[in-house]
């Protein structure tokens, strides 16, 4: 095969792949506590880059995803258990090999009294424990994650900072894993308002403007691949005449 | 490929779920004692293309790896259980809790259900009936030519008799508690059943130290759907699947460009 086809091929795949994640993306636009991806596209170089100088023999290809840790918006619901969280943090829960990390402040109580998420993961209180809460009574979050029931503190929610979020992985149903054992720090400076839920941080707009870039690249790449073919159906059906 | 294809099929079918949710609020919006459900959402699993930590060389690993995410769905619509708004309508039966709890019905097969909906009413006998004719659990009958009928907030049932200067105890009405109310079964009528999840009922009297709300004769608790609020999510919702179909036509497009490489 030519390189403008081989270099268009691998370029409308990486395409496709782009497009995989802004389809993901767009369908969790209504998933609470979501964390949109993005692509980082490099080049792949082949061992024989160095040496041909002949033309370029590197093609683009998607190397890795980031996730996009900003904030989104805090929506109320009105929900007592519903919290929302801003700020870089992440709730801890106790997963069912280890600790999963999660945006998601929307939890219930399980038939024991502990706080708990969908998939009945508890949520974990500053001293590692699940909380115990009097469900019959009403609760308060203050902001900085301090559980009252009945005026007394029943614990504190216990949020854990990456320094480098990047290097966490998610896992799906809304959680992360810590997938490179960099010890969680203590979070500074986020805040808990119950009620809340904070919401996808999708932005719809956005992922249309990647749609039609990404279709118009693709498009142009299908036509490099075209022409290249008619080059090459010339070059041997012309030039080759005698 | 098809992976994005199915990913905004995910995408869409989510939305159409919290379509049928909003619908569902929207129009039970007059329902005396319904309460509002809301649709929750969760990503599905993550393909790894690229292992984070893999090797890329002898010396050097990835350091995050590419992980493509398979779409979207919906997980639980739990109940909102906060108090709708109180509205007067001067019938003795009608009750409202101010607080937690339900009230217990007894099924015709035997099994207690719970309702937050106070509109009761009398069947022929004198028994006190929802408006489906289950009987209030426990149960409590007022004679026929009982004068006046008043419930009070600890959900004792009294009446007075013709000619009778003091009033005779009827019965007190005694409320249902759960631990993980959200964790109950609806099964329509405004009636909700015990499961697992929701634990077994605490039974207490009105306004008690179990932690259940305390009663109030002749009002009815209106339902807890927000209007404004649900509209604004059918437009957040009805974007969000414009945007998932528009998915679907990018990567319709990609394909057919990929058959016409071949001419």
Do not use: C
Request: hydrophobic fraction near 35%; charged fraction near 15%.
């Amino acid at each position: 095969m030519d390189q403008i086809s081989v270099l268009a091929a691998a370029g409308m795949q990486s395409r496709m792949q782009s497009l995989d994640l802004v389809a993901n993306n767009l369908a969790n636009s209504s998933t609470g506590g979501y964390k949109s991806d993005g692509e980082f596209f490099t080049l792949f170089s082949s061992e024989a880059a160095g040496e041909d100088a002949s033309g370029p023999s590197s093609v683009p290809m998607i190397q890795r995803q980031w996730t996009d840790f900003g904030q989104g918006l805090l929506e109320p619901t009105n929900n007592p258990l519903d919290f929302g969280l801003s700020g870089k943090s992440f709730f801890v829960v106790q997963g069912p090999s280890g600790p999963l990390y999660t945006r998601n402040g929307n939890f219930r109580f399980n038939n024991t009294g502990a706080l708990v998420t969908n998939e009945g993961y508890p949520l974990l209180q500053q001293n590692g424990q699940p909380f115990k809460a009097n469900t019959a009574q009403p609760l308060q979050v203050s902001l900085d994650g301090e559980i009252n029931q009945n005026g007394g503190s029943i614990g504190r929610i216990k949020l854990a900072e990456f320094h480098n979020p990047t290097d966490l992985t998610k896992y799906g149903a809304n959680y992360f894993t810590n997938s490179t054992g960099q010890e969680p720090m203590d979070a500074t400076g986020s805040q808990i308002y119950q009620g809340k839920i904070e919401a996808s941080n999708v932005s719809a707009s956005h992922g249309a403007v990647r749609i039609v870039g990404l279709s118009r690249q693709f498009e142009m790449m299908q036509k490099a691949i075209t022409i290249s073919n008619d080059m090459g159906k010339k070059a041997i059906e012309e030039v080759a005449k005698v | 490929m098809i992976r994005a294809l199915f990913s905004a099929a995910s995408g869409m079918n989510a939305q159409q779920t919290n379509v049928e949710n909003i619908a569902n609020n929207i129009a039970n919006a007059n329902t005396a004692g319904f309460k509002a459900r809301r649709a929750q959402f969760q990503d599905l699993l993550y393909q790894n293309l690229i292992q984070p930590g893999a090797a890329a060389t002898q010396n050097t690993v990835v350091p995050t790896g590419l992980q493509l995410g398979l779409g979207t769905r919906a997980v639980s619509n739990e109940v909102i259980f906060t108090q709708g708004d109180f509205s007067e309508t001067d019938n003795p039966l009608d009750m409202v809790i101010q607080g937690n709890g339900f009230f217990q019905v007894l099924q015709p097969s035997g099994q207690l259900a719970y309702t937050k909906a106070g509109t009761f009413h009398l069947n022929n006998t004198g028994q006190i009936v929802d408006p489906n004719g289950n009987l209030l659990d426990p149960p409590i009958t007022i004679p026929q030519n009982a004068l006046s009928l008043t419930i009070g907030s600890d959900g004792t049932v009294s009446y007075t008799l013709p000619g009778q200067a003091a009033a005779q105890q009827a019965g007190q009405i005694q409320l249902a508690n759960f631990v993980n109310p959200s964790g109950l079964n609806s099964i329509g009528q405004s009636l909700f059943q015990q499961t697992d999840a929701s634990g077994a009922p605490v039974i207490g009297a009105p306004g008690g130290a179990d932690g259940v709300g305390s009663l109030m004769q002749g009002y009815v608790e209106q339902s807890n759907v927000s209007i404004v609020q649900e509209f604004v999510n059918l437009i957040v919702s009805q974007r969000a699947y414009e945007a998932n179909s528009k998915v679907v036509k990018a990567a319709d497009d990609m394909y057919q460009q990929v058959n016409n490489l071949k001419q």
